[in-house]
Every structure is written in C-alpha cells, then in structure tokens.
C-alpha cells in the first residue's frame, strides 16, 4: 500500500508540471501612466479615467444668492400671557386643561387664601370707617346749622370722610383687581386677560402656591395662530433683513411646507453669547403646524452686485485661504488663492482671484489635492496644498 501511494503522488506531480509547461505565460498589465506637474499645474494623460470624476462648472457673475439662517419659533408675546398669584393660598380647583381654548376673564382657577381674605376684610373694614366719617360728617353739618358747634368741627370731620374714602379706594383697587367683592370669603379666583389656548399649566388641586415664587407660570395663555421667528442673523444680513421684509421659514420636520415670515424688528445689540443679531419675525399659523420651540432655518435672497458665482463645493479652506481648482485645458488643472465675499447654502460669491467663465472644478476636488500633492512632492516641489 506504501509504494502504490507514492507512485500516485508521483504521477500527479508529472502531471502538474506537464500541465504547467504547456501554458502560455500571462503577460504584464501595463501600468497607468499618472499626471505630471508643468509649472503650478497637473496635467493628466488624456482619456485617463480620473478625468471624468473631475467634474467642472463654469464661474457666472453674480447674482441674488440664497441665505440660510438658523432660526427658533416661539410664542408671540403681544398675544401672550404668563397667569401667577399675587396671593399665598392652596389651591381649590382647575378649572382648565392643556390646549383648551378660553375666552378672555375665564376662571382658570380657584385658591383658598387667607392672604387674600385679610385683604378683603380691610376692604370691609374701610367701608364701614367711611359709612361711620359720613355719619360724623352729617351729624356736625346739622349742629353747625343749629349754631351748636364751630365750622372746625365740620371741616375736621370732612377731612376725616375724605380720608375714608381714600382708604377705601386703595383697599377696593387691590380686591377688585381679582374680581372680589367685600365680603370676606377668602376665594381667589385666577383669570386670564387675553383670548387664547392654554399651552402650559403647572397646577394641581391641593398644592400651595407663593407669590415670591416667579420661576414658573401657573398658566400660559397664548394665541397660537400667530407665533413669532427668533433669527440669529449676522452683520452682512441687516441690509436685506429690514422691519416688513419678507423671509421664507423651513422647518426640517415639515420639509413640504413652506411658511412666509415678516421682519417685525432687528436688535440694535450683538447677543454676547452667541455673538449673533437678534432678529424678530412673525409667522402666521393657521392650521397650528408650527409649534413653539420649533428649530427651523429661515432663508431669503442676498442681493449681489459684483463678482462671480460658483458652487459652494468648488471652495475650499487651507488654513485661512480659500482655493479653487480651475481647468485651464482639457486634463489640465491649477489651484488658484481666492477671496471669498458672500457665501450661501448652494452658492458662494468670489470678489478677487476669478473670473467669468473659468471653469471651476465642483466633484472630487480632494481627490485632484491629493494627486497635485503627491505629483509635487515626487518632482521635490514643496508648499504643495493640503485642502
């Protein structure tokens, strides 16, 4: 069994080599010549297959270009109203809930307050000092007329009926305010002033409530068909984004809808947070898509006079120069310093460094940087651009 299995293995190794001598070799692939530097340019060979990745556009003078600006919708504050107690109490009942319409005056809601009841019984308290000062007042005017007593005496007791009154008038504004009378109940009763949705409550029955504590409306009224546009805007946007301009408003979650805006006010500070210019528009919002605390981006035409237009994937940034990739010729390509004026979402606007008609590569610019890079660097040239 030994000497059959090496006869076998011998027969499959003549085999092989029979097999393999009959072959013809399998000739070398030729290798693809690369582009070369003339000067500060890269040519290619023709027909390479890079060449048709370089895709190229043509710089056009400038025109309008659209801006992008991030942008916040909030609740209109002309329309709006943050409801608080002006007395400690525990609260009774509500009256309302989330996203019911009111009308203006409804009750919201209803406190038991003992701060409350002492304010209308010292409004009780000057009725009845000012019920008592016209009594006096009465009683001295017939003695005076009878000769009993002196005209002082009357007039000492009209200054007394005056103060009452004025007592009573202090009292009655800070009861009336909230809707009570003078009888005593200590029910306060929390109302809106304006018409609107209840977009945010923070009360329950049963919990206790402080007029020092501010941070936190208990109700927030608000007319949510008509919102206002928070923009951050940049020095160079105040020409275009003037009080009754119009601007487009974007929403990414309703990417179908488009919603116009109009420029209510432009802030005449820089925000020192976000070193941008506060700008305010409104928004109507019928159909109630838009709702508050919404980001969106607002955009609108920046009006452009002078230089030349490309796509804004044809710039590039090295270091704090931008640079494009011209094609001077069929294969041929150069990088080239520019001066960036405008710059929008689609579209930039070049003030030096191009002109009119120059095509511009627009796709796969890094690829043609690392080719020019590396091509320079094997013929010794240095400062090569590193995009």
């Known amino acids: 069994m030994i000497i059959h ?50 895709t190229t556009t043509a710089a056009v003078a400038a025109s309008d270009i659209p801006v992008d600006l991030p942008a916040r919708i909030v609740w209109n504050e002309d329309r709006t109203q943050r409801v608080f107690s002006a007395f400690a109490g525990r609260v009774s009942s509500v009256d309302v809930a989330v996203g019911q319409s009111v009308v203006k005056g409804q009750a919201l809601a209803h406190l038991s307050s003992p701060e409350f009841g002492a304010a209308q019984a010292e409004t009780s308290l000057a009725q009845t000092n000012l019920n008592l000062a016209t009594q006096v007042l009465d009683r001295q005017q017939s003695l005076l007329d009878v000769g009993v007593v002196a005209r002082k005496d009357v007039e000492q007791a009209a200054a007394e009926k005056a103060r009452a009154q004025a007592e009573l008038k202090r009292a009655q504004a800070k009861t009336d305010l909230y809707g009570s009378k003078i009888t005593a109940h200590q029910q306060l009763v929390l109302r809106n002033d304006v018409q609107g949705v209840v977009v945010e409550r923070n009360i329950t029955p049963g919990q206790e409530v402080r007029p020092d504590n501010t941070s936190q409306a208990l109700f927030v009224i608000s007319d949510p068909s008509k919102l206002w546009v928070q923009i951050d805007a940049q020095t160079p946007d105040l020409n275009d984004l003037k009080p009754r301009a119009q601007v487009q408003l974007v929403v990414p979650s309703l990417s179908d809808q488009r919603f116009s805006a109009t420029v209510l006010a432009v802030a005449d500070q820089i925000d020192p947070i976000s070193r941008s210019i506060k700008v305010r ?65 689609v579209h930039v606007v070049l003030s030096e460094g191009l002109k009119t008609g120059e095509e511009v590569v627009v796709a796969n610019g890094l690829l043609l940087a690392r080719e020019l890079r590396i091509a320079k660097e094997s013929m010794g040239v240095t400062g090569a651009s590193k995009p």
């Open 281 to 345: 528009a409104l928004v109507d919002n019928p159909s109630r898509l838009l709702k508050s605390e919404m980001l969106a981006r607002v955009r609108y035409s920046r009006k452009i006079t002078q230089g030349v237009q490309v796509p804004a994937s044809a710039v590039f940034l090295v270091g704090k120069q931008h640079i494009v990739f011209v094609q001077t010729a069929k294969g041929v390509y150069g990088s080239r310093q520019v001066t960036l004026s405008q710059e929008g979402p």
């Open 5 to 54: 299995s090496r006869s076998f293995l011998y027969t499959i190794l003549l085999a092989t080599l029979v097999v393999g001598g009959c072959s013809e070799p399998v000739p070398p692939t030729p290798a693809l010549a690369g582009p070369v530097i003339q000067g500060d340019l890269l040519q290619y060979p023709p027909d390479h297959p890079q060449i048709a990745l370089l």
